[in-house]
């Protein structure tokens, strides 16, 4: 497994773990989970009383932090250290349950404010750049999604098109896979899963990667099939599987990381100026009339 070329960035270091945890063994999967589950703890422990607290070895321990793409337990420390002192310095809503609406609301939006930013963690800003080249320099572009990411991929459609990029979002899964077996090299396929095991989803990838196109996955595991099978692999999201409460506000990374491809493309292409108040004026009208 490769290594990261860079830490990740303050407060997203849980991202990163949480993002990589299930590509690992059981063992490895323990110590990640202690790590997540009590950072501030393993912060301050020594290689052998994180071994003791997962009932592994000390050289599951360090072999968990070379997989995770760290130089070694240290490493994770000062990164754990790093963004615990950036967090402390944050005001503290805690969903409890027990607060009114006037106390839990602020704090839901607190949580998702603060994951949002932390759920960068993963994000490989190499392969997202790569990415908006081989979009912007597309003959034709298909976007496959469904289960929940499907609302993702709908929006990300809309927004390409308000800026002059022809595109297709087929809803149905049927219709996902045939229009990936037509396409042809020069063609780029982005498929949306957050588990990036979505198997619908994986079979129009299949098609596309038959046909020998350039694939885009963005999903929220860093080593998934669909991580395997894209071209480049965007990630990021895996924060919003360790609370439940707000779970469904999951769907806005992923609405976020596309938003931030198409503005890539559209400014890589001057598409952004070129599409202008008029072919958002023209969406508008489509849309009220059809209410």
Same mark, same amino acid.
Request: charged letters at 20%; a negative charge; proline letters at 4%.
């Given at each position: 497994?490769?290594?990261?070329?860079?830490?990740?960035?303050?407060?997203?270091?849980?991202?990163?773990?949480?993002?990589?945890?299930?590509?690992?063994?059981?063992?490895?999967?323990?110590?990640?989970?202690?790590?997540?589950?009590?950072?501030?703890?393993?912060?301050?422990?020594?290689?052998?009383?994180?071994?003791?607290?997962?009932?592994?070895?000390?050289?599951?321990?360090?072999?968990?932090?070379?997989?995770?793409?760290?130089?070694?337990?240290?490493?994770?420390?000062?990164?754990?250290?790093?963004?615990?002192?950036?967090?402390?310095?944050?005001?503290?809503?805690?969903?409890?349950?027990?607060?009114?609406?006037?106390?839990?609301?602020?704090?839901?939006?607190?949580?998702?404010?603060?994951?949002?930013?932390?759920?960068?963690?993963?994000?490989?800003?190499?392969?997202?750049?790569?990415?908006? +080249?081989? @979009? #912007? !320099? *597309?003959?034709?572009?298909?976007?496959?999604?469904?289960?929940?990411? $499907?609302?993702?991929? &709908? %929006?990300?459609?809309?927004?390409?098109?308000?800026?002059?990029?022809?595109?297709?979002?087929?809803?149905?899964?049927?219709?996902?896979?045939?229009?990936?077996?037509?396409?042809?090299?020069?063609?780029?396929?982005?498929?949306?899963?957050?588990?990036?095991?979505?198997?619908?989803?994986?079979?129009?990838?299949?098609?596309?990667?038959?046909?020998?196109?350039?694939?885009?996955?963005?999903?929220?595991?860093?080593?998934?099939?669909?991580?395997?099978?894209?071209?480049? +692999?965007? @990630? #990021? !999201? *895996?924060?919003?599987?360790?609370?439940?409460?707000?779970?469904?506000? $999951?769907?806005?990374? &992923? %609405?976020?990381?596309?938003?931030?491809?198409?503005?890539?493309?559209?400014?890589?292409?001057?598409?952004?100026?070129?599409?202008?108040?008029?072919?958002?004026?023209?969406?508008?009208?489509?849309?009220?009339?059809?209410?």
């Amino acid at each position: 497994m490769s290594a990261v070329t860079i830490d990740p960035p303050v407060g997203g270091t849980l991202s990163l773990i949480r993002s990589l945890i299930p590509s690992l063994g059981p063992s490895e999967r323990r110590v990640a989970q202690e790590c997540i589950d009590f950072a501030a703890e393993v912060a301050m422990l020594s290689v052998a009383d994180v071994a003791s607290r997962t009932d592994t070895s000390s050289a599951t321990v360090i072999r968990t932090c070379q997989n995770l793409g760290l130089k070694g337990f240290q490493h994770l420390r000062l990164l754990l250290l790093r963004d615990l002192g950036a967090a402390s310095r944050e005001p503290d809503r805690r969903l409890t349950g027990e607060e009114g609406s006037r106390g839990r609301v602020p704090a839901l939006f607190d949580a998702a404010v603060r994951d949002l930013r932390d759920a960068l963690g993963a994000l490989d800003y190499g392969q997202f750049d790569a990415a908006v +080249t081989a @979009v #912007a !320099g *597309a003959k034709r572009l298909l976007i496959v999604a469904n289960g929940g990411s $499907g609302p993702a991929a &709908q %929006m990300v459609a809309l927004r390409f098109l308000t800026t002059n990029r022809p595109c297709e979002a087929p809803y149905d899964s049927i219709t996902q896979q045939l229009s990936a077996r037509l396409l042809q090299p020069g063609d780029v396929c982005i498929a949306v899963s957050d588990s990036g095991m979505n198997g619908t989803t994986l079979r129009a990838v299949e098609a596309a990667a038959a046909a020998g196109v350039v694939i885009v996955g963005v999903t929220s595991y860093a080593r998934s099939r669909l991580s395997e099978m894209a071209t480049h +692999t965007l @990630v #990021a !999201g *895996a924060d919003f599987h360790a609370w439940g409460d707000g779970a469904v506000t $999951g769907n806005l990374t &992923q %609405m976020l990381i596309l938003s931030a491809l198409q503005d890539g493309v559209a400014r890589s292409t001057d598409a952004s100026s070129a599409a202008g108040p008029t072919v958002l004026d023209e969406v508008m009208g489509i849309v009220q009339s059809a209410e």
